[in-house]
């Protein structure tokens, strides 16, 4: 029980740096409204942080859940920030591209050094989930600061 609760709190603190970098992306192409409190800013990163973990943790099926999560990041972008629609979706889906392919490129290379089934190592609670999950992250981190310049 208590390796469940570690794990759940690793799950979580992988989706709050996610929401983290996806704020700092949006934040550079788009102004925040002015309207919008600093608590209520704060509040949307912990609440779209554990909505996330709950997406993830819930198996249904992985475009659902894909497609469900890029309307929710379309939705706080609209509600949160400043511009037009078309400066929205269009900072949404460069977000969404360089997460989808940090993802992927990290799962697809690890899994051909330790010879092991992608699904295996996505749904395992083992070194080699922790180890893909940050380094996934660190390449989503690099992506989206060059991106940014």
């Given at each position: 029980?208590?390796?469940?609760?570690?794990?759940?709190?690793?799950?979580?603190?992988?989706?709050?740096?996610?929401?983290?970098?996806?704020?700092?992306?949006?934040?550079?192409?788009?102004?925040?409204?002015k309207r919008v409190k600093k608590g209520w800013y704060y509040l949307s990163i912990?609440?779209?942080?554990?909505?996330?973990?709950?997406?993830?943790?819930?198996?249904?099926?992985?475009?659902?859940?894909?497609?469900?999560?890029?309307?929710?990041?379309?939705?706080?972008?609209?509600?949160?920030?400043?511009?037009n629609i078309k400066e929205k979706v269009f900072s949404v889906t460069m977000f969404?591209?360089?997460?989808?392919?940090?993802?992927?490129?990290?799962?697809?290379?690890?899994?051909?050094?330790?010879?092991?089934?992608?699904?295996?190592?996505?749904?395992?609670?083992?070194?080699?989930?922790?180890?893909?999950?940050?380094?996934?992250?660190?390449?989503?981190?690099?992506?989206?600061?060059m991106a940014k310049k």
């Amino acid at each position: 029980m208590p390796q469940l609760k570690l794990w759940i709190l690793y799950e979580y603190v992988l989706c709050l740096v996610e929401v983290l970098l996806f704020y700092g992306f949006i934040s550079t192409t788009l102004e925040r409204h002015k309207r919008v409190k600093k608590g209520w800013y704060y509040l949307s990163i912990i609440l779209l942080s554990i909505l996330i973990l709950i997406l993830t943790e819930i198996k249904i099926y992985s475009m659902i859940r894909t497609i469900l999560l890029y309307l929710i990041l379309l939705f706080i972008s609209y509600i949160l920030f400043q511009g037009n629609i078309k400066e929205k979706v269009f900072s949404v889906t460069m977000f969404y591209f360089f997460l989808i392919l940090s993802d992927i490129l990290i799962v697809s290379i690890f899994s051909a050094f330790i010879e092991k089934d992608i699904k295996n190592i996505i749904e395992t609670q083992a070194w080699h989930r922790i180890l893909l999950s940050q380094i996934s992250k660190l390449l989503l981190f690099i992506l989206l600061r060059m991106a940014k310049k």
